[in-house]
């Protein structure tokens, strides 16, 4: 166990619709970091939260959208969904300063849109 | 911006060692993060070089050139288990965490 917790482990949805993927935090860790990984990609890196702000975002579809509670969990809204967005979802934390420990992740959300 | 590259696929035989390279070029910088990646699992953190050199951990080290914008991870005494993707990681934002990992390389250990 990492200490990063995301639910669900898996999720079968149809074409147009909206799912909510959770993430808990390693404790004490204020930095979360949302990737998609879709088959055989590299990680591609959606957004990033700082004690529940926004904090970095990347190549995160209009149709994406995230945000970290003040207890720290984050959420990733996935809406109008498309076959193209059945992928590996991650997430990760890190501690507040750059201590060389790097991220820790989760063990993913695979998404599958039929 | 971050352009990373990786050679896609290496392979190697169980026992020898392998050098798996990474060049970049990043705006900001603080370090550069190793992870390896089994496939359908969540990456797992191998190493990470703030200053020049090479820094070893075990049968895995990892090396920074910072002038060159180069990295190379070396594995040694290759095991099966070792067959996975690894992926460099230029650490770039302002609390030295990286959020733009490299394309990754797939390692393959033949028997």
């Known amino acids: 166990d990492s200490g990063v917790t995301q639910t669900p482990k898996h999720l079968i949805t149809a074409t147009g619709q909206r799912v909510t993927l959770r993430c808990s935090p390693r404790?004490?860790?204020?930095?979360v970091y949302w990737y998609q990984q879709s088959l055989d990609q590299g990680l591609q890196f959606l957004i990033q939260?700082?004690?529940?702000?926004?904090?970095a975002k990347g190549n995160i579809l209009e149709r994406f959208s995230a945000q970290q509670f003040p207890d720290l969990h984050s959420e990733l809204n996935l809406s109008s969904l498309e076959l193209g967005d059945s992928a590996l979802y991650f997430c990760?934390?890190?501690?507040?300063?750059?201590?060389?420990?790097?991220?820790?992740f989760g063990s993913g959300t695979r998404l599958t849109v039929v | 911006g971050q352009n990373i590259d990786q050679p896609t696929e290496m392979t190697a035989t169980e026992g020898a060692i392998v050098q798996i390279n990474c060049t970049y070029q990043?705006?900001?910088?603080?370090?550069l993060f190793w992870y390896q990646q089994h496939a359908g699992e969540a990456p797992t953190f191998l190493s990470y070089?703030?200053?020049?050199g090479l820094e070893e951990k075990g049968r895995f080290s990892s090396f920074l050139s910072r002038s060159k914008g180069y990295s190379y991870l070396l594995l040694k005494e290759l095991q099966m288990k070792d067959s996975a993707s690894y992926l460099c990681?230029?650490?770039?934002?302002?609390?030295?965490?990286?959020?733009?990992f490299g394309p990754g390389t797939r390692l393959s250990v033949l028997p």
């Open positions: 404790s004490g860790d204020l930095s």
């Open positions: 990760a934390s890190s501690t507040q300063t750059g201590t060389g420990d790097g991220y820790t």
């Open positions: 990043t705006s900001g910088f603080n370090g």
């Open positions: 070089n703030v200053l020049d």
């Open positions: 990681a230029p650490g770039g934002d302002n609390y030295g965490q990286n959020f733009v």
């Open positions: 939260y700082y004690n529940g702000e926004e904090r």
